[in-house]
């Protein structure tokens, strides 16, 4: 593992909630059904013939980086985490493929269909030549893009890069994820989301970016360390947790916040259970899925979250499951679990 | 900086289902493209594929995968995987390690299964078999699954140069020290999402490719799958090697999403930045596998950017001729036979271009030759204008 893998200088959100251009998440937004649909700003910046061609995904990565990649000096790569960019233009040009029994079709949804249409079209915009790649390991898929902003740090300690995540609701990954049980029927109000006892999740989708580097000074939050588990064995991902732990949380401190992926599917809440069992000491708990619905880099708007904490905005009371009281939060774990199989551990401190 | 080395490769592509019979069809110039025989499409008598001839069902029990869900391309990753592992004695000890990564590159993943995503997204219930399957990264998870892994588990979609950004993202993390040693490789299956596609851009070829050629038509696509388990020289005891893994990078053209630019900033910079991770002169590339798809755009403009970067353009040629365009596979199944060049000290020939790109002047190897190698280029250009070069020396 890479210790002192980077610190966030500057963070963007496009989400559910109002988190664009400035964050209040005071008071929550309700879903639609079963969804949690991104709040969309209007899209300065992007060139509105580029705009009009855009799906919602590739639309809230480029909206929320612009900010961040505009400046100057300019980030020296793009590193971007999604399971689904491009899914909505992927199955636009399906639909064809099988409604026109593989006739003439037009090809502008395929090209746009692919997950790196993201990291592709910002480098577009700013012209970027520099480092440029999409991790697409669907549930950690954030996980492996934040693993791969460390090592390019730790190999060009003077750089700057734009790290970020994005995944849509689109018509038919929803429909996907219905089918296979990953969401609820129904959700009156995202308050409920945890008392349901029921399997499933809320769909949900958004946008973070940070602008990532070497350098402590200035900076919001540093990264610790990640530690990912692929098993759906609860002591596998426990004695998994204990070495992280052990490894990286220096010597006689504890967790002093744990933000927790928890998302209401009763058939995931063991892990979570077992996750804030084994904080050593007195840990905050809070859980942000009812602000942002599941998706497979959901974790990302975990480390916006833990940002937004880190520059002392107040907590609001709809977050917190388990209270304590802490002066100053030293450090934070966000630990994730997509799909019961694939877990994140990521580890945050602040900075004194 | 301990050297990174390949200990072990495996592939199957549309000339052959092992490392082996791949380089006795490329030493033989022999090419894999033809109609389609097993995979349905309207266009499978009109536009020629670098189809693989072993049925889904025959790999599926080649392989021992019974389990329902599995499409074509995760057979195809498997088949591979199976082959480096062995090819490089890794024990179920070091399979399962913690520090042991498997880092993937796909364009299609499961959406191979055309008909039935589509199938699968109209209903409400009874979803198919494939229901979890569809996505880029169903292969690895599989892989992992499968055979236990605990390490770093990656897949990596930047288009066409997918596997050569997973080879580029395994070698780093050995050098970073978060893995020993990694699997890193790729697989694609033929799809009417991506025949169609390509077929809508207009650069599919209606017959078979013909890169480099002044009267080139576009490219054939193909199918395939290869895996590379890279070791830390330290590591390495009385174990065989092929090759060092010396030069990588990874550069962004910025300028079109499906075509390059003229004067092809990305892929110049991708060559540049290889040869200076590798600490290599251009006159030290002994050969270049070039990424030369037969469309006009990249050929015309991969020929400029070597144009630009090397005083005298080393022996190239495109082994896509052979085997098609195998998307998120090509930037893997391209890096064996770079490695094969090596290895044995040879070169393969390009096929099919007749007359060299008036503009250029620039003719690919036509001939089989011993030739004395100790650096050796591969390119891979994408869509996004994600341009990834390799830089393979002989070990």
């Known amino acids: 593992m890479i210790l002192n893998m980077f610190y966030i200088h500057q963070t963007t959100c496009i989400s559910p909630q109002q988190t664009f251009p400035d964050a209040d998440i005071s008071v929550l937004h309700q879903p639609t059904g079963h969804q949690l649909k991104a709040i969309e700003p209007t899209y300065t910046g992007i060139p509105p013939g580029i705009l009009r061609r855009m799906s919602k995904s590739v639309r809230m990565g480029i909206g929320a980086a612009l900010p961040l990649i505009n400046q100057l000096p300019a980030p020296d790569g793009i590193i971007i985490g999604t399971a689904n960019a491009g899914f909505e233009d992927c199955f636009h040009f399906l639909k064809q493929i099988v409604e026109y029994n593989e006739g003439l079709l037009a090809p502008g949804s395929f090209v746009q269909s692919t997950p790196n249409a993201v990291a592709a079209q910002l480098a577009m915009l700013s012209h970027n030549h520099g480092y440029n790649i999409t991790h697409v390991q669907l549930g950690l898929a954030f996980e492996n893009a934040m693993m791969d902003a460390g090592m390019l740090i730790k190999e060009h300690p003077g750089n700057t890069y734009l790290l970020g995540a994005v995944d849509d609701i689109s018509v038919y990954n929803n429909a996907l994820n219905l089918l296979a049980g990953w969401f609820k029927n129904e959700l009156s109000a995202v308050e409920n989301l945890y008392e349901l006892n029921s399997p499933g999740s809320i769909a949900g989708e958004g946008a973070a970016m940070f602008l990532v580097n070497g350098n402590p000074a200035k900076a919001i939050a540093q990264v610790q360390a990640i530690g990912a588990v692929h098993s759906g064995d609860v002591g596998v991902m426990e004695r998994q947790l204990k070495f992280f732990l052990d490894k990286h949380l220096p010597e006689g401190e504890k967790i002093d916040l744990l933000i927790s992926g928890e998302n209401g599917d009763n058939r995931l809440l063991k892990y979570y259970t077992a996750c804030e069992k084994m904080m050593p000491g007195e840990a905050m708990v809070i859980r942000f899925k009812h602000l942002c619905g599941e998706y497979p880099t959901a974790s990302a708007i975990a480390l916006w979250l833990a940002c937004y904490i880190l520059q002392k905005n107040p907590i609001p009371p709809h977050l917190i499951k388990k209270s304590f009281p802490v002066k100053a939060f030293k450090n934070i774990l966000i630990y994730n679990n997509y799909k019961q199989v694939q877990h994140s551990f990521i580890l945050i401190f602040g900075m004194d | ?395």
């Open chain 2, 1 to 395: 900086m301990s050297r990174i080395f390949i200990t072990g490769m495996g592939l199957i592509s549309a000339i052959g289902n092992s490392v082996a019979d791949n380089r006795i069809a490329l030493s033989e110039g022999k090419c894999g493209i033809t109609t389609l025989k097993l995979f349905p499409s309207k266009y499978a008598n009109l536009l020629p594929c670098g189809e693989i001839k072993t049925s889904t069902e025959t790999l599926r029990q080649q392989l021992n995968a019974a389990e329902p869900g599995i499409t074509r391309g995760t057979l195809l990753a498997l088949h591979a995987f199976d082959q480096a592992i062995r090819d490089g004695q890794l024990t179920t000890a070091q399979l399962t390690s913690f520090d042991t990564a498997l880092v993937g590159g796909s364009t299609v993943g499961g959406m191979c299964l055309t008909d039935e995503l589509y199938g699968d997204a109209q209903k409400t219930v009874n979803g198919s078999e494939y229901i979890n399957s569809y996505d880029c990264a169903s292969m690895t998870m599989y892989l992992q699954h499968r055979y236990k892994m605990n390490g770093i588990i990656n897949t990596i979609n930047t288009a066409c140069s997918s596997s050569a950004n997973a080879i580029m993202y395994g070698a780093r993390l050995i050098k970073s020290g978060l893995a020993r040693r990694a699997i890193v490789g790729g697989a694609d299956s033929l799809a009417k999402f991506t025949i169609n596609g390509f077929n809508a851009l207009h650069i599919l070829a209606p017959a078979i490719c013909t890169p480099f050629d002044e009267d080139r038509k576009g490219l054939n696509l193909g199918e395939g799958a290869a895996f590379l388990i890279l070791e830390k020289e330290e590591d390495i005891v009385n174990k065989k090697t092929y090759a060092v893994l010396t030069g990588y990078c990874n550069s962004n053209d910025a300028f079109h999403p499906s075509s390059l630019s003229p004067a092809g900033d990305g892929p110049y910079l991708a060559m540049k930045g290889a040869l200076e991770t590798a600490r290599l002169a251009p006159g030290d590339i002994g050969f270049i596998n070039a990424h030369g798809t037969g469309t006009e755009n990249n050929d015309l403009v991969e020929s400029r950017a070597m144009l630009r970067l090397f005083k005298t353009v080393p022996p190239f040629a495109s082994t896509k001729s052979n085997v098609g365009h195998t998307l998120g596979a090509a930037g893997a199944i391209e890096a064996i036979y770079s490695i094969c060049n090596l290895y044995h000290q040879e070169v393969y020939p390009g096929l099919n271009c007749g007359k060299a790109i008036a503009e250029t002047g620039l003719m690919p190897v036509d001939l089989y030759k011993k030739i004395s190698l100790q650096h050796v280029m591969s390119n891979s250009f994408g869509f996004g204008g994600n341009c990834t070069s390799l830089i393979f020396s002989k070990s």
